[in-house]
C-alpha cells in the first residue's frame, strides 16, 4: 500500500477539536456552565 | 483518606448501607413519580421529534412552574437530612465552575441542577494564562435561575452561525440576573460570561441537541474574532479517533470504514477522514479525492482537496516522488 504521511497533508483553515475540548479557555460563561455528556461520572 | 467517627461507624455497618442504599432508590421512585416531571415526561412524549421550539416549550413549562423546581429540591433536600450518607441517585455532571446533578436525560432534552461559585469562577480568572475565549455552545437551551448569586451577565451574540467564523462576535448587554429569572439562549448565536457573582448561582440547565450547530464555536475574548470550534457531536468525534488508530494500525482491511466517513454531514469530519485515508492507502482514496476536490459542498474541504491533488499528484509532483511512503 502507498501511503502519504499525514503530517504533510494541509489542514481546514477552521480549526476543529474534538467533542469536550476547547482551543482556549473560556473567561466563564455558558460554554462551561452547561453540560459536557461525555464527562459523565455515573 | 482518614474517615471522621461517623464515617468509620459507616462503613463497618452493612445495614446503615444497605438503608442509604434503599434510600437512593426510594429517592428515585420518589423522583420520577413527582408530578411536575412525569408530566414534563408526557409533553415531552408528545412533542415533535426534533423540533427544538416544542422541545424547550415542555421545559420552559416546567420552569415557569412555582413548585416543580421547589418539589425537587424539596425531596431531595428531606433524603439527605434523614441520612448523612445519601447520595442523590443522579448523574453527576461537574466543571470547572459547576456542581451539578443530571435531573432529567433524554434524548431530546437534559435537565441540569447545578451550583456555580464566585470563588471557583475567580480561580478559574485568576490562573488562567494566555488568551481566553467566549463560547457559543451550539445548542439552544433555557436557563433558571432559582439563586442568581447577586450575578452581572455580559451577552454576545454573532450577525451570522457562530461556528462559521464569519467575521467578530459583539457585546450585546451586561446586567444584573434577578433570581428566579428565566432565560433562553439561543447557542447557535448567543453566548454569555459571568462578569462577577457574589455568592453561589444555583440553576436548572435545560438543553436541546434538535437543530443544534455542529461545533461548539469559540471567540478570542479581547480580538472579537473567531479561533475555531469543537464537535458538537461526541459519537462522530469517537468515529474519527477510530479512523486515527485504525490507520496508524494499517489496517487496509478497514478502507470501508473510511469511505463510509467520507460521506459525514459533517464537513471537518469528512476532511479528516480523508487524511487517514489518504495516510492508510492513496491508491484506494485518491478517487475520492478527486471527487472531493470537485463536489464537496463545503468550500474549505474543496480547497484542502485541491491543494492535496496539486502538491502530491501534478505531474511535476509524482516525477519528485519523494512524498510517497510505501508501506507495503
Given at each position: 500500500m502507498k501511503a502519504i504521511d499525514i503530517n504533510k497533508l494541509p489542514e481546514l483553515a477552521t480549526r476543529v477539536g474534538i467533542h469536550g475540548s476547547v482551543q482556549q479557555k473560556e473567561v466563564g460563561g455558558s460554554g462551561c456552565m452547561v453540560i459536557v455528556i461525555a464527562a459523565i461520572s455515573g | 483518606m482518614i474517615p471522621g467517627n461517623a464515617l468509620a461507624e459507616w462503613l463497618e455497618n452493612r445495614r446503615e448501607q444497605a438503608l442509604t442504599n434503599a434510600a437512593r432508590e426510594e429517592c428515585r421512585r420518589e423522583l420520577s413519580g413527582l408530578e411536575p416531571i412525569a408530566r414534563l415526561n408526557r409533553e415531552l412524549d408528545a412533542a415533535p421529534a426534533g423540533e427544538a421550539e416544542a422541545i424547550l416549550a415542555c421545559g420552559r413549562r416546567f420552569l415557569e412552574e412555582p413548585n416543580a423546581t421547589r418539589s425537587c429540591l424539596d425531596l431531595l433536600g428531606s433524603f439527605a437530612k434523614k441520612d448523612f450518607f445519601f447520595r442523590p441517585p443522579l448523574p453527576n455532571l461537574s466543571g470547572e465552575v459547576h456542581t451539578g446533578l443530571l435531573l432529567l436525560d433524554r434524548p431530546q432534552l437534559t435537565m441540569l441542577l447545578a451550583v456555580a461559585s464566585p470563588d471557583a469562577l475567580a480561580t478559574k480568572r485568576k490562573i488562567r494564562r494566555g488568551p481566553a475565549s467566549i463560547a457559543f455552545a451550539g445548542a439552544r437551551s433555557v436557563y433558571k435561575f432559582v439563586k442568581a448569586g447577586g450575578a452581572t451577565l455580559s451577552f454576545w451574540e454573532t450577525s451570522?452561525?457562530?461556528?462559521?467564523?464569519?467575521?467578530r462576535c459583539r457585546f450585546v448587554e451586561r446586567r444584573a440576573i434577578e433570581d428566579g429569572e428565566i432565560l433562553g439562549l439561543d447557542g447557535r448565536y448567543q453566548g454569555f460570561v459571568v462578569d462577577h457573582a457574589e455568592g453561589d448561582m444555583v440553576y436548572i440547565h435545560m438543553s436541546t441537541p434538535a437543530g443544534a450547530a455542529p461545533l461548539v464555536a469559540e471567540y478570542d475574548s479581547d480580538s472579537l474574532e473567531f479561533i475555531g470550534g469543537s464537535s458538537a457531536d461526541e459519537a462522530n468525534s469517537r468515529t474519527l479517533m477510530m479512523l486515527s488508530l485504525l490507520r496508524l494500525m494499517k489496517r487496509g482491511d478497514a478502507a470501508p470504514l473510511f469511505r463510509e466517513a467520507l460521506g459525514s454531514s459533517h464537513f471537518y469530519a469528512r476532511w479528516h477522514a480523508m487524511r487517514e485515508y489518504l495516510a492508510l492507502d492513496l491508491t484506494l482514496a485518491l478517487p475520492h479525492l478527486r471527487e472531493m476536490a470537485q463536489g464537496d459542498p463545503h468550500p474549505e474541504v474543496r480547497v484542502a482537496a485541491a491543494r492535496t491533488l496539486e502538491t502530491f499528484f501534478s505531474g511535476e509532483a509524482l516525477g519528485r516522488g519523494e512524498e510517497l511512503e510505501c508501506l507495503a
Open positions: - | 451570522g452561525p457562530a461556528w462559521e467564523g464569519r467575521g
